[in-house]
């Protein structure tokens, strides 16, 4: 178990998924984003860094019928399907570093809330991206979000990387069109302000 899985399994061990300072009841502009990508109910979907959220619930509930959730640690996927009972079986589950995941099949939608800035490493961003290219074919889908400039410095004891669309855009490469962008002050369980950039690209 590599240095970065150990990390994050200690944190499900230690905290409930309703107090780590990532969780949000209702992940509202997510949705609205997938939404706007006008995606078919059929077409695969995969959660990147998902873990226990709840997108996959709603997106379920939506009737989105091809869906997958990777996640580093095995405990935040297990809370996930522990919640989700039955309807578990339907949905593909990652236990995986994204720096070494190697996709089964296409996905018409790639969304990371909150992976991508712990990649404080070139190599290891240069590995995701490499790893995005290969799971998202050309129309394919990205809605990146990540801590905004002026945003956090650190989450979880980890040091993290500030984005804005420039940055993002410069490490994703000239195949990403960056066709949307938000922000969200996220509240924590305990209170705080984060804030965050939503990024909405198509691949070329």
């Given at each position: 178990m590599s240095d970065r899985q150990q990390?994050?399994?200690?944190?499900?061990?230690?905290?409930?998924p309703l107090e780590v300072s990532w969780y949000q009841k209702e992940p509202a502009l997510s949705l609205r984003l997938i939404e706007h990508c006008q995606l078919a109910k059929p077409q695969a979907i995969i959660d990147v860094g998902g873990g226990a959220s709840t997108l996959v619930d709603c997106l379920q509930q939506q009737g989105y019928a091809h869906l997958a959730v990777l996640d580093i640690s095995a405990k935040a996927l297990d809370v996930a399907k522990q919640r989700l009972g039955n309807k578990a079986d339907a949905i593909e589950w990652f236990a995986s570093d994204i720096t070494e995941f190697?996709?089964?099949?296409?996905?018409?939608?790639?969304?990371?809330?909150?992976?991508?800035?712990?990649?404080?490493e070139a190599d290891d961003r240069q590995k995701y991206v490499s790893s995005l290219k290969t799971?998202?074919?050309?129309?394919g889908h990205l809605i990146l979000?990540?801590?905004?400039?002026?945003g956090p410095t650190m989450c979880s004891g980890l040091n993290i990387v500030q984005y804005d669309a420039a940055k993002i855009c410069h490490e994703l490469g000239d195949e990403f069109e960056l066709v949307e962008q938000d922000s969200e002050t996220?509240?924590?369980?305990?209170?705080?302000?984060?804030?965050?950039?939503?990024?909405?690209?198509?691949?070329?």
């Open positions: 990390h994050w399994e200690k944190v499900y061990s230690e905290k409930s190697t996709a089964p099949h296409p996905f018409a939608l790639w969304h990371d809330r909150a992976v991508f800035h712990f990649l404080t799971s998202l074919p050309p129309g979000a990540a801590f905004a400039i002026g996220h509240l924590t369980p305990s209170g705080g302000e984060q804030l965050f950039g939503y990024f909405r690209f198509v691949r070329k």
